[in-house]
């Protein structure tokens, strides 16, 4: 079945500094999620990637799809505190299910 | 902003009672879904709901679950003879299409087996 990783799956990181997760899937993909989730919350979706080598902004967030259709980016630029949480990729291949990455863990040391 | 509303928002279940968790998807969605969460782990899929009928589901979804809609505005999942590896969070989440919109997450309910 398709596999989405995401590396890596701690970082921590001092506040201003920036963030980088990587999502690799094992499938070319239809779109690429990501969702954000606090400590204790739900997933809360962030952004939606489709086409082949886009990129999206977001304030201080970029995401990138690569142009295989195969990897993501999220990068936070001077990461706030309120900037902590776990990112998921979220992976289609174009059916209902999404697969959901590993998920990257950040920390945001004041 | 529309939400998706799960109760109980924590169960706690003696292994091998039944357990029935229920969402209130946003009411003009079309798309149902339950994903589950172990603690510290990542989002699993479990099944995708579309016009009163499973479209999807994942090797976690056994004879041991099933999903219902009963009324129009409840989706349910039902848990039979729950095992301690259930302890999980469960999240029901709902989207207006297939692809290209928002997936809303609820709260979630948080399963304890004992």
């Known amino acids: 079945g398709q596999q989405v990783m995401q590396i890596p799956q701690y970082q921590h990181v001092q506040e201003g500094e920036d963030f980088t997760t990587y999502c690799n899937s094992s499938?070319?993909?239809?779109?690429i999620q990501w969702y954000k989730q606090r400590p204790g919350g739900h997933p809360v979706f962030l952004i939606q990637?489709?086409?082949?080598?886009e990129v999206k902004k977001q304030k201080r967030l970029t995401f990138q799809f690569g142009e295989a259709k195969k990897n993501s980016s999220l990068h936070i630029t001077a990461t706030q505190t309120t900037d902590v949480g776990t990112y998921f990729c979220?992976?289609?291949?174009?059916?209902?299910?999404?697969?959901f990455g590993t998920g990257t863990k950040l920390q945001v040391i004041p | 902003e529309p939400e998706v509303t799960q109760t109980p928002s924590h169960q706690v279940t003696q292994m091998g009672q039944e357990v029935i968790l229920r969402c209130v998807p946003i009411?003009?969605?079309?798309?149902f879904y339950w994903y589950r969460q172990i603690l510290g782990q990542k989002v699993e899929f479990l099944v995708s709901?579309?016009?009163?009928?499973?479209?999807?589901k994942s090797e976690i979804f056994d004879d041991q679950f099933s999903v219902e809609r009963p009324d129009g505005s409840n989706f349910t999942l039902k848990i039979r003879s729950t095992k301690l590896e259930d302890s999980a969070m469960y999240f029901c989440?709902?989207?207006?299409?297939?692809?290209?919109?928002?997936?809303?997450f609820g709260e979630g309910s948080w399963l304890t087996v004992v």
């Open positions: 979220a992976a289609s291949g174009g059916y209902q299910k999404v697969t």
């Open positions: 499938t070319t993909l239809s779109n």
């Open positions: 990637l489709v086409k082949s080598g």
């Open positions: 009411s003009n969605h079309l798309y």
């Open positions: 709901f579309y016009n009163n009928e499973i479209s999807e």
């Open positions: 989440a709902s989207q207006t299409q297939r692809s290209g919109n928002t997936i809303y």
